[in-house]
């Protein structure tokens, strides 16, 4: 292999044919794929500006699902916990604990949506 690194002229003149050959194939690859990638780009082009749209806008209104249902859950059991504080005269307890309770919730609320999502559109 080394023979052929070009020692001289006889290695660079036995590989010219083949090197001239390499090289045309080359440049007609190149030339196919870059036709190639300008045909994908253009086709892919106006349906991915529209289909990103649709998908940004799909997952901004699933994070903000998602994120009303886990403010809601921490919301509801604060005020549950305040009402039982209220109602039973158990001043900070029954605030915290509802309060973690509702967050717990929240979060299993957004588990349970997010996993619903996500089965929903593998299974498509």
Same mark, same amino acid.
């Given at each position: 292999? $080394? %023979? &052929?690194?070009?020692?001289?002229?006889? =290695? $660079?003149?036995? #590989?010219?044919?083949?090197e001239a050959a390499?090289?045309?194939?080359? /440049?007609?690859? $190149?030339?196919?794929? !870059?036709?190639?990638?300008?045909?994908?780009? #253009?086709?892919?082009?106006?349906?991915?500006? &529209?289909?990103? /749209?649709?998908?940004?806008?799909s997952a901004m209104?699933?994070?903000f699902r998602l994120?009303?249902?886990?403010?809601?859950?921490? *919301? @509801? &059991?604060? /005020? *549950?916990?305040?009402? +039982?504080?209220?109602?039973? !005269? %158990?001043?900070? +307890?029954?605030? *915290? @604990?509802? %309060?973690?309770?509702?967050? @717990?919730?929240?979060? @299993? $609320?957004?588990?349970?949506?997010?996993?619903?999502? !996500?089965?929903?559109? =593998?299974?498509?």
């Amino acid at each position: 292999m $080394n %023979t &052929g690194t070009g020692h001289g002229e006889n =290695g $660079n003149g036995d #590989k010219s044919p083949e090197e001239a050959a390499l090289s045309a194939r080359l /440049g007609s690859l $190149n030339q196919r794929l !870059s036709e190639f990638r300008d045909r994908r780009i #253009k086709t892919e082009q106006p349906a991915g500006e &529209g289909g990103d /749209g649709a998908a940004r806008a799909s997952a901004m209104a699933l994070g903000f699902r998602l994120s009303s249902e886990l403010i809601a859950g921490v *919301i @509801v &059991g604060a /005020g *549950i916990g305040w009402g +039982f504080d209220r109602l039973l !005269s %158990t001043s900070p +307890f029954g605030f *915290i @604990v509802f %309060t973690l309770l509702g967050f @717990v919730a929240g979060v @299993v $609320n957004v588990v349970r949506s997010a996993g619903a999502g !996500s089965s929903r559109r =593998g299974g498509s």
